[in-house]
Structure formats: C-alpha cells, structure tokens
C-alpha cells in the first residue's frame, strides 16, 4: 500500500505532498524532512529503493524534481518505481512547461492514479479525462 506521495526539489523543499494514510501534522514535516534527507544523500549510483523506518522510499529524479513514494514493507518497488515514471510522463502530457503553478491539477491527476493508496489507473488518456472535460467547459 502507498503511504504518501512527495515533490521535492534537490534542497528538500516540499512542493507537493499527499498522503494516504493518517499522519499527525506535527510529525508530517519531521517524517518529510528525514526521507528527503535520507534519499538525497544516496549517489547516483545507489538503488532507488530504500529501507526507511517501518516502511520503504522508492523515489526518482527528474532535472530538479525528486519524487518519492513512502510504501508499506509488501508492496513491489519496481511497479512503485514504473508508477513515478508513469506519473511524470502524464505531467509532461498535461502540461507544457511549468507544472508547480498548477498544484490543483497534479492533485487531480494523483487522485485519478492512486486511490486509498492502491493503484487504480496507469492509462494515460484515461487519468487525463476529467482535466480535459474541465478544461473544455472553462472554455466554454
């Protein structure tokens, strides 16, 4: 099961969390601030999948942009790893540059993606369903 979604940028700035579990606002920085830490100080090199308290990060880089993905201990990294790659492809296709401008949207786009921290839709032209009838009836 999926934990919580982050988007930070390469100094542990938070841009975008979503959780899918319960955590106290208190402890959400702490908890963000130490698995930001502890998937920047891993090298290039290292694998992106990492133990981390009573759960595992699986996280990957784009330019300046780390997405990390918090999951319980049975969940298979690699179709958590193939879920980012699939998430920003979906970014790339929704928008055409800046994206952190248009937090509503990406929140969207998660919630077509992951529901109650399962999997529920990888297509892409289906996740981008509701923005596009949005955007049509904004047109007018």
């Known amino acids: 099961m999926i ?6 940028n390469q100094q542990g700035q938070t841009r975008l969390s979503r959780y899918y579990e319960s955590v106290e606002l208190s402890r959400r920085a702490a908890l963000e601030a130490d698995a930001v830490r502890c998937c920047l100080s891993r090298k290039k090199d290292q694998c992106s999948f990492v133990e981390f308290k009573d759960f595992k990060l699986v996280y990957r880089q784009y330019a300046a942009l780390i997405i990390v993905v918090g999951v319980s201990d049975g969940e298979n990294e690699l179709s958590i790893y193939e879920l980012i790659h699939n998430f920003v492809e979906v970014l790339d296709k929704h928008f055409s540059r800046v994206i952190m401008f248009n937090l509503d949207s990406i929140h969207i786009i998660l919630d077509e993606m992951i529901q109650n921290g399962h999997i529920v839709e ?3 032209n289906r996740i981008l369903a509701p923005l596009t009838a949005i955007n049509k009836m904004a047109e007018g």
């Open 3 to 8: 934990k919580f979604v982050l988007m930070v």
């Open 122 to 124: 990888t297509n892409k």
